[in-house]
Nanobody
Framework: VQLQASGGGLVQAGGSLRLSCAASGRTFSFYHMGWFRQAPGKEREFVAAIRWSEGSTYYADSVKGRFTISRDNAKNTVYLQMNSLEPEDTAVYYC??????????????????WGQGTEVTVSS
């Protein structure tokens, strides 16, 4: 599976952005797709995940109620709608896939085929 993330940019606090992650290749081979982010000097952290077949979702507490993950199976694309953005959301955002079936994968080590990342900067 190859992943291509896009949609990042510069936005003021309180604004919105929508990130996209387009998958190509063996898209039937994974169970979850997730978004992570990594701010300068910090470790990569889990943001949200979606179960590809059924569409159920899971969020980090820090983004719950502000971010929405969704998918378009026909386009093999997952989206991350980010509303009410805060300066603390500034990071490079990455998408990846996971074959984990029996739980919600929130550790980066459970993911593979990382996209190249798209940078989000939220100004105060």
């Amino acid at each position: 599976v190859q992943l291509q993330a896009s949609g990042g940019g510069l936005v003021q606090a309180g604004g919105s952005l929508r990130l996209s992650c387009a998958a190509s290749g063996r898209t039937f081979s994974f169970y979850h797709m997730g978004w992570f982010r990594q701010a300068p000097g910090k470790e990569r952290e889990f943001v949200a995940a979606i179960r590809w077949s059924e569409g159920s979702t899971y969020y980090a507490d820090s983004v719950k109620g502000r971010f929405t993950i969704s998918r378009d199976n026909a386009k093999n694309t997952v989206y991350l709608q980010m509303n009410s953005l805060e300066p603390e959301d500034t990071a490079v955002y990455y998408c990846a896939v996971s074959r984990v079936h029996n739980s919600w994968p929130t550790r980066s080590g459970l993911y593979e085929n990382w996209g190249q990342g798209t940078e989000v900067t939220v100004s105060s």
